[in-house]
């Protein structure tokens, strides 16, 4: 049997307008009143009952959301079938539904994993999201790595989304004339310079992408590569060409960034004159907007101002697909202007490698954890980036010091973890994806043992009443399945935002949420705790569940007697109920 708790809303409420009912006197139905909100819940033993218990009372006309019965949504699935990846469905099987892995992994493509066995690999191995960066490649190079997670996706059955990440303007290096990398000693004297160099180019010679890099930089200044990862001190200057010194050696990877640090500080005025994006950027970004990628990450983003002109400009060209903006966190001045930056994106990345050679590496962790909360806190995803794993790229085991940076991050609940070099061109890219999954399962399972459920106090993100509905709805939803240790969570959700905010009170259990398109089970796949399902459904909650609970038994993710807690966005209820 089935209980339900039906949302009955004033005049106002988004989806319809309810005429009054009595008030119902019996002892099995008793009424919850909400605190600061105008709503009440109504338990019933099921949704059906409470319909027919109210059925003298017709509904408005006019309307497709009519209660239970409802009217069949427009289908882009089949009408019988449900979409999930197949190891998913393995794990699922094998383990049940509390051992899901809920934080998700990035994975860079790089020469290390761009071929269609080496994707699928990594899909296996528990890849969510396919990173493309920009720095590196061509567009060409680029456009073949999308049509082959597309095409991994279509024959397999999975739903790995596609990140683009820009270039930014900010002062890099070049591409080091075609070489994957070069090793620095102590002691060597390498020349920077923005002159154009010829095949082959002067040993221990660097490209600088600023011309006016020679004229800002001054002798005794230290120059940080990749935010830290080598180091060098300023010698000479010789008209274009700056010679410098090796004072922490290193690997050098082509278009890394560099900054430069005076007497203890960061160089950041010329800089500041650099715009957020740059010309090529807007090239990459058209380029991403043709390809239909899933999101698209702007490097050293200074102001929200930013992100909302791309935002315009992204559904101006877009023609209705939805592209989200990812904001990276590199800068000082990301941190000055971090909420407004956050409100205005559609999620953020915690880029620690750049972010580190910006501000000093003792307060680096604090900046993390204060931008994971605050997006969570504003209801947008979070990435934690850079140097998770640094030392696969050349070893096959992590450190104890990278496991123990890994589990902060876990433990932190930040949605997504990232691989950068390790998996783009590192030697052990799939062993390095198997540490962070295993290390995510393991202390997403440690919390769940000791039952540290969190006292964060969530702020209301939504401005219409709608919204705050719906927000009640889901914290209520994720409390319940906490205190009642329900197996899972359902959504059902056309847009993803009700999924979202599910995932927002991380509660124990998973949560599998519904979608009726490719695009948004997509773009679910970057949230925490969220396994995204593509599957037809109709505004008739009763029929959804049983059509779900059937689909899922008959392929063994499920079993009678399971736990779930339903919530909708179509239909403002929570159900209870066990799988029959």
């Known amino acids: 049997m089935s209980q339900s708790l039906q949302f009955i809303t004033p005049s106002r409420a988004p989806y319809f307008t309810l005429p009054k009912f009595p008030r119902i006197s019996c002892t099995r139905f008793p009424v919850i009143n909400l605190p600061n909100t105008k709503c009440s819940i109504i338990i019933t033993p099921s949704l059906s009952s409470f319909l027919h218990a109210t059925s003298s009372r017709s509904l408005p006309s006019g309307n497709a959301q009519t209660g239970a019965a409802g009217v069949v949504s427009a289908l882009s699935v089949g009408a019988t079938g449900i979409e999930v990846d197949a190891v998913t469905e393995a794990e699922l099987k094998e383990n049940g539904f509390r051992s899901t892995r809920r934080t998700k992994l990035i994975c860079t493509i790089g020469p290390a994993t761009c071929g269609f066995e080496q994707l699928e690999a990594l899909a296996v191995g528990g890849m969510n999201v396919a990173r493309i960066n920009m720095c590196h490649g061509s567009r060409e190079w680029h456009q073949t790595m999308i049509e082959r997670v597309r095409r991994l996706n279509d024959e397999k059955g999975f739903a790995v989304a596609i990140m683009m990440d820009t270039e930014g303007s900010e002062i890099h290096m070049g591409d080091l004339g075609g070489a994957a990398s070069a090793k620095t ?88 004159m650099l715009p957020t994006i740059s010309s090529k950027d807007w090239l990459d970004i058209d380029f991403g907007i043709a390809e239909g990628v899933d999101f698209i990450a702007i490097s050293f983003v200074k102001s929200a101002e930013v992100i909302n002109h791309l935002k315009s400009y992204i559904a101006a060209r877009a023609c209705g697909s939805e592209i989200a903006v990812i904001a990276k966190m590199e800068s000082v001045d990301s941190l000055k202007n971090l909420e407004e930056i956050i409100q205005a994106s559609d999620g953020a990345m915690v880029a620690r490698g750049d972010l580190g050679a910006q501000i000093p590496l003792e307060q680096v962790p604090s900046a993390q954890q204060k931008i994971v909360q605050l997006c969570r806190q504003l209801n947008k995803p979070v990435i934690v980036a850079s140097q998770l794993l640094e030392s696969m790229i050349e070893y096959p085991t992590a450190t104890r010091a990278e496991v123990a940076d890994v589990s902060e991050a876990v433990r932190q609940r930040a949605d997504a973890l990232m691989l950068s070099g390790e998996s783009a061109m590192g030697q052990y890219p799939e062993k390095a994806l198997a540490v962070l999954r295993s290390v995510s399962v393991r202390i ?134 066990n799988v029959p």
């Not at 002159?195 to 940080?224: M, S």
């Not at 290193?250 to 800089?271: C, F, I």
Request: glycine share 6%; net charge negative; charged share 25%.
């Open 185 to 272: 000693e102590d002691g060597e004297i390498w020349t920077f310079s923005v002159r154009a160099f010829g095949t082959p180019r002067p040993e221990r010679t660097i490209n600088v992408n600023y011309d006016g890099f020679a004229e800002d930089v001054k002798v005794g200044d230290e120059l940080l590569v990749d935010g830290g990862m080598v180091r060098f001190e300023v010698t000479e200057k010789i008209g274009p060409d700056v010679k410098c010194r090796c004072t922490d050696p290193g690997l050098l990877l082509p278009q890394a960034n560099l900054t430069l640090w005076r007497n203890g500080s960061l160089v950041s005025e010329r800089n500041a």
């Open 444 to 577: 997403e399972k440690w919390w769940r043992e000791e039952k540290c459920h969190e006292a964060m106090e969530l702020l209301d993100v939504g401005t219409l009443f709608a919204d705050s509905i719906s927000e009640e709805i889901c914290n209520s939803a994720a409390k319940m399945a906490n205190n009642l240790e329900a197996d899972a969570l359902f959504v059902y959700t056309k847009t993803g935002h009700m999924a979202s905010l599910l995932s927002r009170c991380r509660p124990d259990c998973p949560i599998f949420a519904f979608t009726t398109t490719t695009s948004v089970r997509r773009h679910l796949n970057l949230q925490w705790g969220l396994i995204p399902f593509r599957l037809s459904f109709s505004d008739d909650m009763d029929a959804n569940l049983n059509k779900t609970f059937s689909l899922l038994k008959a392929r063994g993710m499920i079993k009678s007697g399971d736990l779930v807690i339903a919530v909708s966005d179509m239909l403002q209820s929570i159900q209870v109920m």
